[in-house]
């Protein structure tokens, strides 16, 4: 997989192997907030940073048992953290505000007794929020009063989305008047203020992470578990989660996708499994690897990420793990030009057997190649450094192919149609 070198990922925490941090969420290039459990014990936390990751402050914890799961802010005053915190009476649920940017957290649960706790929550700016219960059987709950009240939802006039789920959530508000959600392969884009909901089915055994960008652009990450590896997909939408584009990771056959942070229609981030970041500047269309520090004592898993912009991102994980990366406009300079596009030439199109590629540039740099077919399965990854190459696609399946080259000075992109 192509990886640029001139910008990576940095560690700006210390390795702590009982520290387990879940989610991380930031207003601006200097506010943030991680939050998860530390010590042997686990008790929960949420940190707060106010310069920019280098220093951060307990805000809540470590008093009671638990972790924190998720974190989101509705504006950039109010706040609302969930995980299982405490799961017994007399705070089953363990959801938790703040009005004040994160300074003071208050228990927001009392009007819900459910056993297991909240571990997704998003909220508007007009003080309607959901949040999901895990485990057992998925229930989601709304709020019409920034958290005083709850109610359960339980008419969703589709498949069982909401309840008799056994897998992972994760939500996403659009606007004041759209959320997205996605349940196992489901994904749902609903109205809470008139619960209208519609769902869809996508081709991941587990959707991740769901981002938006832009009226009517949506992605959603996730993975696929198959033998002997998992791994990752992405989809991308632009009508709303009509139609979707998708590229399939199978290639990187152990990246098992966690989170995906749009930060515009054009910059895309994702994280997951054995410390993998990559990102998109097309809209998803491809993908370059950011490679990440040595400094760290074992391969982390990132479980989530925040982008205030195209240049800075944060990312989570176990052992207290925090990285940043803060020289993105520096990756941003370098692969900017990959949307000028390598020039190359291929024929015979269409093909039987043999196709010849040609590049104009013949300095001697490495090229990847990725071929991938319609439904975005990666048929074949490779890295030549001449100024030809040739391809025997003689026992592909006749139909159209998606031809990426990249190279440290940009990419291009060309279909084939296999007779």
């Known amino acids: 997989m192509p990886c640029i070198s001139r910008a990576q990922f940095d560690s700006i925490s210390n390795y702590d192997f009982w520290t387990d941090l879940s989610d991380v969420e930031f207003l601006n290039d200097s506010v943030g907030?991680?939050?998860?459990?530390?010590?042997?014990?686990?008790?929960?936390?949420i940190l707060k940073t106010m310069d920019g990751g280098q220093n951060w402050d307990t805000v809540f914890g470590p008093s009671k048992k638990g972790s924190f799961k998720d974190i989101s802010f509705a504006t950039d005053s109010i706040g609302f953290v969930c995980g299982p915190v405490e799961v017994a009476l007399p705070e089953p649920v363990g959801i938790y505000r703040t009005f004040d940017q994160g300074n003071t957290w208050d228990y927001c649960g009392d009007s819900i007794t459910m056993g297991t706790a909240f571990e997704v929550v998003e909220f508007n700016s007009n003080g309607i929020g959901i949040a999901s219960k895990l485990g057992g059987a998925t229930k989601t709950f709304i709020s019409y009063d920034w958290g005083n009240?709850?109610?359960?939802?339980?008419?969703?006039?589709?498949?069982?989305?909401?309840?008799?789920?056994?897998?992972?959530?994760?939500?996403?508000?659009?606007?004041d008047t759209t959320f997205l959600m996605g349940v196992n392969s489901y994904f749902v884009t609903g109205n809470p203020e008139t619960?209208?909901?519609t769902t869809s089915l996508l081709p991941f055994d587990y959707i991740r992470g769901i981002d938006a960008f832009g009226i009517n652009s949506v992605i959603a990450a996730g993975y696929m578990n198959a033998s002997p590896w998992n791994y990752g997909i992405a989809a991308v939408s632009n009508n709303g989660g009509v139609n979707w584009d998708f590229h399939n990771f199978e290639v990187d056959s152990l990246f098992r996708i966690?989170?995906?942070?749009?930060?515009?229609?054009n910059n895309i981030f994702i994280c997951g499994q054995l410390n993998y970041v990559m990102k998109s500047i097309d809209g998803g269309q491809t993908w370059l690897r950011i490679p990440r520090t040595n400094n760290w004592p074992e391969l982390p898993n990132f479980s989530a990420m925040s982008c205030p912009s195209d240049s800075i991102c944060y990312a989570v994980g176990p052992s207290g793990l925090i990285f940043k990366l803060s020289n993105g406009q520096d990756y941003v300079s370098s692969v900017s030009g990959l949307t000028l596009e390598v020039d190359f030439k291929l024929y015979p199109n269409p093909v039987s057997d043999?196709?010849?590629?040609?590049?104009?540039?013949?300095?001697?740099?490495?090229?990847?190649?990725?071929?991938?077919?319609?439904?975005g399965r990666v048929i074949l990854h490779d890295m030549f450094s001449s100024s030809s190459k040739t391809i025997n696609t003689s026992e592909w399946a006749k139909g159209v192919y998606n031809i990426v080259i990249y190279s440290e000075q940009g990419v291009g992109y060309k279909k084939i149609v296999k007779l």
Not at 149 to 168: A, K
Not at 357 to 370: A, C, Q, V
Request: net charge negative; charged share 20%.
């Open 33 to 45: 907030f991680v939050v998860g459990s530390v010590g042997f014990t686990a008790r929960a936390v």
């Open 149 to 175: 009240d709850w109610t359960e939802i339980t008419n969703t006039g589709g498949p069982p989305v909401f309840s008799n789920v056994l897998r992972y959530d994760v939500s996403e508000k659009v606007n």
């Open 195 to 197: 619960l209208q909901w």
């Open 258 to 265: 966690n989170a995906v942070e749009a930060v515009d229609s």
């Open 354 to 375: 043999l196709i010849h590629i040609e590049l104009d540039n013949s300095s001697e740099i490495f090229y990847n190649i990725s071929v991938s077919d319609i439904r």
